[in-house]
């Protein structure tokens, strides 16, 4: 139990300093905005040359979830020792789970929608929309439904690879 803490710790921690540095051009975070807010965004004319295409959006999505199968996978066979695929799997979903939470509560709902450094510009009227915690929740589901494809990946290098 002392090593699950310690390493969903250490996640948490990598988790909110990736988060903090990308938080430095949040425009490069735009889709992780409720979708009035990006729209929004999208339709004016300061943030015309900015806005990532969606497609590097689903390439940042593939290379960070090559990051975290590379990362728990090592952690859970050399640090922990697992050898098979159910190890793998149940362990890695669980910490993805424990980071998923964190994301959604701590990262999410009393970070990004209480500080007023990630309110672009012309979108200050929006208030309800940055306050929107459903939106959050909603996401976080779906990062459990991606954790399902992601742990089965972990699974699968810990049986067969590593």
């Known amino acids: 139990m002392l090593i699950l803490a310690i390493e969903a710790i250490m996640l948490c921690v990598m988790f909110s300093v990736m988060v903090y ?11 992780n905005y409720p979708p009035k807010i990006q ?5 004016l004319e300061i943030y015309k040359d900015k806005i990532p295409t969606t497609q590097k959006k689903v390439l940042v999505k593939v ?9 728990i996978s090592l952690i859970l066979r050399y640090v922990n020792g697992y050898t098979t695929f159910m ?10 789970t424990i980071v998923n939470i964190y ?5 999410d709902i009393c970070w990004f929608c209480q500080n007023p450094r990630f309110v672009f510009e012309g979108t200050e009227d929006m208030v309800a929309e940055y ?3 459903w939106f959050h929740i909603k996401e976080s589901l779906k990062g459990e439904v991606i954790a399902l494809v992601v742990c ?11």
């Not at 729209?39 to 339709?43: D, F, G, H, M």
């Not at 793998?88 to 993805?96: A, E, R, T, V």
């Not at 994301?103 to 990262?107: Q, S």
């Open 21 to 31: 540095i990308m938080s430095q051009e949040p425009i490069k975070t735009l889709y």
């Open 39 to 43: 729209e929004r965004v999208k339709s």
């Open 63 to 71: 290379i960070f979830s090559i990051i975290i199968i590379v990362i």
């Open 87 to 96: 190890e793998g799997f149940g362990y890695g979903f669980l910490l993805w």
């Open 103 to 107: 994301d959604a509560v701590v990262i």
């Open 131 to 133: 306050h929107d915690y």
């Open 152 to 162: 089965t990946v972990v699974g699968l290098v810990i049986q067969f690879v590593l």
